[in-house]
């Protein structure tokens, strides 16, 4: 099926089980029928995320490194994210028909955010996180070799979703290492992504985390690698290669909803950020 690491299932017998691989990525998905006891575990050099579309169990218990822990029964439109290494572990007694899809991602497709890596999460709800991982199952399952550039940008925006929604908010307005904290760092990201049409305003920005101007974008530099508004740009680019990918949409609109007044100055930008025009971009999903 595979010529890495699944998940393995015990019993294999009681279950429904798809695979579908394309280059780096690989998509499973899984059924669980009424009244079944299985269990999942996994180990691998590969990154996971478990999208669970529907499902209730009686017992059960999902547990990543015996250290995170969740005993949920009611885990529809949850999601469960394993870094690479990590050991998963999870039993489920299913008192309805249970639905899941195991999504396997290479760390080398799937990029390095730049607020630093992803760590373990069980049972977490994020409709975002849940869209994109849905656009990258459908994706990968197309298996056509004109969808790669899309795999990679949704690869990209994944690795950041998950980032985002892994940083934890905490109290008082302290700077780490010469950066931003960790709540000061969430609250900057989210203004960002809420903001994505407009000009960033760095006065709001120092104001939102308690910090000086000057202080804010040198803690901003540190914590990021880039200044705020080249931030903002990397990231308007990469929902710009999502957006170019939905054909319905066109062009000059994509480059207003991402706050550019003109087409010709999105198009500049995305060809100098990745070497490619927009509809050269867009050429590729044909």
Known sequence: MTAYPTVQVTPLESVKRLGTGWHWWFSESVHIPIGSKIEFSFRGPRHMLVLY??????????????????????????????????????????????RVTFLYLNPDAFRRSDEGDAGPRVHFEDPLVWETASKLKNAIEGRHDKCLPYLGALSDVLAHELTRGDQEMVSGPAVSRGGLAGWQKRVVVDYVEAHMGERICLPKLAELVRLSLHHFCRAFKQSFGVPAHQYQVRRRMDVAKVMLADRTTSITDIALNLGYAQTSSFSSTFRKTTGWTPTAYRREFE
């Open 53 to 98: 579309h529907e499902g209730v169990r009686a017992h059960g218990e999902t547990w990543i490194d015996d250290q995170l822990s969740s005993r949920l029964r009611s885990i529809s439109r949850r999601l469960t994210f394993v870094p690479a290494g990590c050991a998963y572990r999870e039993r489920h007694e299913a008192s309805a028909p249970t």
